[in-house]
């Protein structure tokens, strides 16, 4: 690999080899150090794709918001009187305070502390301390809270926006192949998916686009994750030594290989796993008391969905890649995750792992829950918060 750039990095030409005819595919590692390449991959990923930002069920009633960063600005996701969501930057037309400072709740009005304007849920200025001084060219509509210029879109009650004002790219078309496995994530509920209340948070030192990666990767769970499968063995929910076996044979591999859907994402296995999904899929492990209630839910699901669509979404795990920062695991159970590269080499991950409410107390122990203190280690763990970790799906009807 050449070395002659600017300071002696690769030229930009080098940074990947992607030779199919030698079989070669190489990244150099100053793409996951060098500060010039994180600026444009802001600029020309986070700037420019679609990125999630919330669960239509975090915010079910009007007044209802969660406040996080997305694409690394500051936002309200909440609802109006008109029952839509809405994605607001969260910074005060005035002079650019934050204007709300809770993580959720629910509200008529967002008043901003510093000179005490105040927003509706749409964005709209509901008041303004002392507005009768300001002259006649003010424009309460011009000061409204602004939205992603790029637009904000929902699919199967995933809230995504984009930055780019030039996007003409429609979400839809954007997710590509990416949706039918968003539906089969979606069709394990009778009504609409809920993702319970609760984030677990955390920073690391390392570069995001690992993360990415690794979401691509079965390559390393029978090693990285040994502990947790031994762990899994131990408690009967898992036969031995069925990780290796996974990948003995090329019929094996090819069951949980990685498979591109397009746009740059990706499913990694859905195929039927060697553990349970609360789902009705089950195992010893959940219980020969349970066996019936979970041969019910298999029934009620092909009743709904047709015997291979309910084999796939009940029977199959498998780990969703959507580029470039949310990741839905659908494994032993449903978490969603996402992340942002805060500088080059940290970012920033808030995910929970989630299991259909009314079943998770029995449910499998997740693969994310148990196996994230060892990824943080591998890692170099910065600084690691810990609020509330779970968060739940479950059937609702609106
Ligand atoms: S900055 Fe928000 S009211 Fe002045
Ligand atoms: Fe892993």
Same mark, same amino acid.
């Given at each position: 690999?050449?070395?002659?750039?600017?300071?002696?990095?690769?030229?930009?030409?080098?940074?990947?080899?992607?030779?199919?005819?030698?079989?070669?595919?190489?990244?150099?590692?100053?793409?996951?150090? &060098?500060?010039?390449?994180?600026?444009?991959?802001?600029?020309?990923?986070?700037?420019?794709?679609?990125?999630?930002?919330?669960?239509?069920?975090?915010?079910?009633?009007?007044?209802?918001?969660?406040?996080?960063?997305?694409?690394?600005?500051?936002?309200?996701?909440?609802?109006?009187? &008109?029952?839509?969501?809405?994605?607001?930057?969260?910074?005060?037309?005035?002079?650019?305070?934050?204007?709300?400072?809770?993580?959720?709740?629910?509200?008529?009005?967002?008043?901003?502390?510093?000179?005490?304007?105040?927003?509706?849920?749409?964005?709209?200025?509901? #008041?303004?301390?002392?507005?009768?001084?300001?002259?006649?060219?003010?424009?309460?509509?011009?000061?409204?809270?602004?939205?992603?210029?790029?637009?904000?879109?929902?699919?199967?009650?995933?809230?995504?926006?984009?930055?780019?004002?030039?996007?003409?790219?429609?979400? &839809? &078309?954007?997710?590509?192949?990416?949706?039918?496995?968003?539906?089969?994530?979606?069709?394990?509920?009778? #009504?609409?998916?809920?993702?319970?209340?609760?984030?677990?948070?955390?920073?690391?030192?390392?570069?995001?686009?690992?993360?990415?990666?690794?979401?691509?990767?079965?390559?390393?769970?029978?090693?990285?994750?040994?502990?947790?499968?031994?762990?899994?063995?131990?408690?009967?929910?898992?036969?031995?030594?069925?990780?290796?076996?996974?990948?003995?044979?090329?019929?094996?591999?090819?069951?949980?290989?990685?498979?591109?859907? #397009?746009?740059?994402?990706?499913?990694?296995?859905?195929?039927?796993?060697?553990?349970?999904?609360?789902?009705?899929?089950?195992?010893?492990?959940?219980?020969?008391?349970?066996?019936?209630?979970?041969?019910?839910?298999?029934?009620?699901?092909?009743?709904?969905?047709?015997?291979?669509?309910?084999?796939?979404?009940?029977?199959?795990?498998?780990?969703?890649?959507?580029?470039?920062?949310?990741?839905?695991?659908?494994?032993?159970?449903?978490?969603?995750?996402?992340?942002?590269?805060?500088?080059?080499?940290?970012?920033?991950?808030?995910?929970?792992?989630?299991?259909?409410?009314?079943?998770?107390?029995?449910?499998?122990?997740?693969?994310?829950?148990?196996?994230?203190?060892?990824?943080?280690?591998?890692?170099?763990?910065?600084?690691?918060?810990?609020?509330?970790?779970?968060?739940?799906?479950?059937?609702?009807?609106?």
């Amino acid at each position: 690999m050449a070395a002659n750039g600017h300071n002696g990095r690769p030229t930009r030409p080098d940074l990947v080899i992607d030779d199919q005819e030698r079989g070669l595919f190489r990244i150099h590692r100053s793409a996951f150090t &060098d500060p010039d390449i994180l600026a444009l991959e802001r600029e020309r990923i986070f700037d420019r794709c679609w990125l999630y930002a919330a669960h239509e069920s975090e915010i079910p009633d009007h007044g209802d918001f969660v406040t996080r960063r997305v694409g690394g600005r500051p936002v309200i996701i909440t609802r109006g009187r &008109d029952g839509k969501a809405r994605v607001l930057l969260n910074s005060c037309t005035h002079r650019g305070a934050v204007v709300c400072r809770e993580l959720r709740g629910n509200t008529k009005v967002h008043q901003c502390f510093y000179h005490g304007w105040s927003f509706t849920p749409e964005g709209e200025i509901n #008041g303004i301390p002392g507005e009768d001084a300001y002259s006649e060219a003010f424009d309460r509509n011009e000061r409204r809270l602004a939205e992603p210029p790029g637009g904000t879109s929902v699919y199967r009650d995933f809230i995504f926006v984009n930055f780019n004002r030039a996007n003409d790219v429609s979400l &839809d &078309d954007y997710l590509a192949d990416a949706k039918d496995y968003i539906d089969l994530v979606a069709d394990q509920s009778e #009504g609409r998916m809920e993702v319970a209340p609760g984030t677990h948070a955390f920073s690391m030192k390392g570069n995001y686009k690992i993360a990415v990666e690794n979401s691509t990767d079965g390559y390393h769970a029978p090693t990285t994750h040994k502990r947790y499968f031994d762990y899994l063995v131990k408690s009967n929910a898992m036969d031995k030594g069925v990780m290796f076996a996974m990948m003995a044979s090329e019929e094996q591999y090819q069951r949980f290989a990685c498979k591109a859907l #397009g746009n740059g994402h990706s499913i990694l296995g859905r195929s039927v796993g060697p553990w349970g999904r609360p789902m009705a899929h089950w195992i010893p492990y959940f219980g020969e008391e349970r066996k019936a209630r979970f041969e019910e839910m298999y029934r009620k699901a092909v009743e709904r969905l047709g015997e291979e669509r309910a084999h796939q979404v009940c029977m199959c795990s498998g780990n969703l890649l959507i580029f470039p920062n949310l990741v839905i695991s659908d494994i032993m159970t449903t978490n969603v995750r996402t992340f942002y590269p805060s500088s080059r080499a940290t970012w920033r991950l808030p995910r929970g792992a989630s299991a259909p409410r009314r079943r998770r107390r029995r449910s499998a122990p997740s693969a994310s829950t148990v196996s994230s203190p060892s990824l943080g280690r591998a890692a170099s763990l910065r600084r690691t918060t810990w609020r509330r970790s779970r968060i739940a799906s479950r059937a609702t009807r609106r």
